[in-house]
């Protein structure tokens, strides 16, 4: 697979862009809390900025993607990303710092063109036995960076600041565009001339979830795990001033437990998928997660919180190869795009609508109570699982 030219220089271009997207993301929330001392409103707001796009944009995304040249489409992605972090970098420096939130919108957007063709790329270029390795390779980047990313972001923002940190990420964005530019030229394929049909494209999508009990029940789990997971995404900060009595900057620390633990379940999941069954996986990430969510926000010790970010990472695998697994063997070839395009946009739909809440709850309640609700809905979306648990039971029990 490393003498594959796709897989070699997509790794490479995901390094600096993975890179470039920790330090931005990292700087604008150290910047953005110092500005308006740690409103959780504003606080809420970057994460909206980030996830929303995928909600709203990830079907068309992916529709334009399967008529647009991957290549094409990659780098030209890139290279906007790179040019919007410049411009947005004069905004700053002329004492516009909301335009940092709109920087985060627009580069999560041109992303829901981007991954799609990275998806079909492999697809053409990757044999399909080392497409699960390949994979895996990608879930470990991610995890890499979420111990390296919090790290290098605090690092470069609080030695010099906000502006050399969009400079640093509109070097790595070009990096990534340069790397993808060595990528081979796109392929001449003929495409009918008619504009895809997105009504009856999206009804034939959600008729063939709605149809399948499978993908019903998993539909009904990213509903409420999505939202779960929605309410604490932006309230982290907080866990570390309130409970913990620590300064923001410790942040990373609790991040990096979380992503190095990820990166070891990583492995050990992956050997432990052979014997359990997908269902069982996410059902219990799930579970892992309502338990580890309601202790952190409970805990005020630090090798408390330390421990259940780790045991949360550790079991975090488990929901990602269970959905991916479930979705794979529950539909045909000829519609996993649109599942996906469904069901990702009902996780991240309420994903956003918990961030937006988030917040707000916090403000009116508090931390603890945020948390707990949080931890009953991960429970609600192992309830939802129960039909395919049963399932998996009975045809073990036949066998």
């Known amino acids: ?38 409103d959780p409103l504003y606080v809420s707001l970057i994460s909206v ?38 411009l947005v970098l004069a905004a700053v420096h002329l004492g516009s710092w909301q335009a940092l939130l709109g920087l985060t919108f627009f580069s999560a957007v041109v992303s829901q063109f981007s991954q799609p063709s990275t998806m079909k790329l492999f697809k053409r270029h990757v044999p399909e036995e080392q497409l699960q390795s390949l994979m895996a390779i990608f879930q470990s980047l991610v995890a890499f960076f979420m111990v390296i990313g919090p790290i290098a972001g605090a690092f470069v923002y609080q030695r010099y ?11 790595l964005f070009s990096g990534s565009a340069l790397f993808l530019s060595r990528l081979p030229r796109d392929e001449k ?34 509903t409420v795990a999505g ?29 990096t437990a979380n992503g190095a633990a990820m990166l070891v379940g990583g492995g050990f999941v992956m ?27 409970f805990s005020t010790h630090i090798p408390l919180t330390l421990l259940l970010q780790v045991v949360n990472g550790f079991f975090y695998p488990c929901i990602h190869i269970g959905i991916n697994t479930l979705i794979l063997k529950n539909t045909d070839s000829s519609f996993i795009g649109r599942v996906g395009g469904i069901l990702t946009p009902m996780f991240m739909g309420m994903m956003v609508i918990g ?19 949080s931890s009953i809905l991960f429970l609600v979306g192992v309830l939802f699982l129960l039909p ?12």
């Open 189 to 222: 394929n003929a495409r009918p001339s008619d504009k895809p049909d997105f009504k009856r494209e999206l009804t034939e999508g959600f008729q063939y979830v709605w149809n399948r009990p499978a993908l019903r029940s998993l539909g009904a789990t990213f």
């Open 49 to 86: 900025a980030e996830y929303a796009p995928i909600f709203l944009f990830a079907i068309i995304g992916g529709t334009y993607a399967d008529r647009w040249q991957p290549k094409r489409t990659m780098l030209g992605a890139d290279m906007l990303s790179a040019l919007s972090v410049f």
């Open 388 to 399: 395919l648990l049963k399932r998996s039971a009975v045809s073990k029990g036949s066998v």
């Open 161 to 171: 600041g906000i502006e050399i940190s969009l400079v640093v990420t509109g070097v």
């Open 227 to 255: 939202l779960a997971a929605g309410l604490i995404q932006p309230l982290l900060l907080f866990v570390t001033i309130e409970n913990l009595g620590k300064d923001k900057a410790f942040l990373q620390w609790l991040l």
């Open 355 to 373: 961030m937006s809440l988030g917040g707000m709850l916090k403000g009116v309640s508090s931390l603890v109570t945020v948390y707990s609700i």
């Open 271 to 297: 050997w432990l998928a052979k014997k359990v069954s997908p269902q069982t996986l996410l059902a219990a990430g799930l579970a892992v997660s309502a338990i580890g969510t309601i202790g952190i926000g």
């Open 1 to 38: 697979m490393s003498n594959n030219p796709y897989v070699r220089v997509i790794l490479l271009s995901r390094v600096f862009l993975n890179l470039g997207i920790w330090v931005r993301n990292f700087a604008i929330l150290l910047y953005v809390t110092d500005l308006t001392q740690n």
